[in-house]
């Protein structure tokens, strides 16, 4: 019998997948955008949109098209929160339960992609740091900077809390509250995707030999002759 929790989190994260501008062009052009380059090159360029736009970023002012940047900042992290949320969670089931095969084009590409959206997601937040500084009080590094918006970013990720910079708005309180979720779940994810594609090494013990051949949920048989039980 299906979970119904489940498949009402597959169901609401299915939606909220809409909700991005990749959708948006896969279904305009569902021919070319299909394949695995196309992703990675949309990834990749992301990465080195975000590099820029943090680069690039004026001190002390916030131009029109920041205010965009901005916008299609929170955007991006939306979106890429909710993809690694189906890829991890609900991407198989939802293909399991509709009969079909799944697959992934690789381990060690979706760790490399993770991390890289991990990134992102990073250089993201940094750049709205940068151009949000009256939403902070900091005290010793200067949030107008790259330096100091990075510095920040990572700070906040790593949940390391120094105290030199600090919110003293409601959107800086927010803002730090959601960077801190969306890393702290990201950070799971690819220590869970990492330890995955770790290859078990061979072992001379015999039974941990039989144990690592054997196939899933197959109960382990005591030794000839002897007694024994499985728990």
Do not use: K
Not at 19 to 36: E, M
Not at 158 to 175: C, F, N, Q, S
Not at 186 to 194: G, S, W
């Amino acid at each position: 019998m299906d979970s119904y929790i489940v498949a009402f989190w597959a169901a609401i994260f299915s939606g909220l997948s809409w909700v991005s501008l990749f959708s948006l062009v896969r279904r305009i052009a569902p021919g070319p955008t299909r394949t695995y380059a196309f992703v990675d090159s949309w990834a990749l360029a992301h990465l080195f949109l975000a590099s820029f736009s943090l680069a690039a970023a004026c001190a002390g002012s916030v131009t029109r098209f920041e205010c965009v940047l901005l916008g299609y900042a929170g955007l991006r992290i939306f979106e890429l929160t909710v993809y690694q949320v189906n890829v991890l969670l609900f991407d198989e089931y939802r293909a399991r339960r509709a009969g079909q095969d799944y697959a992934v084009r690789g381990y060690r590409r979706l760790v490399v992609l993770s991390v890289q959206n991990y990134i992102e997601v990073l250089l993201w937040f940094a750049f709205v740091y940068r151009n949000t500084t009256p939403w902070f009080e900091s005290n010793h590094i200067p949030m107008d900077t790259i330096y100091g918006s990075l510095y920040f970013a990572v700070v906040t990720v790593a949940t390391l809390g120094y105290g030199d910079i600090t919110p003293v708005t409601r959107e800086g309180t927010t803002v730090v509250v959601l960077q801190s979720a969306v890393g702290f779940f990201m950070t799971l994810m690819i220590l869970a995707r990492f330890i995955a594609i770790l290859r078990t090494p061979a072992t001379l013990d015999p039974f941990e030999a039989c144990v690592s051949a054997a196939p899933p949920n197959t109960p382990l048989q005591p030794p000839s002759g002897g007694q024994g039980r499985v728990v």
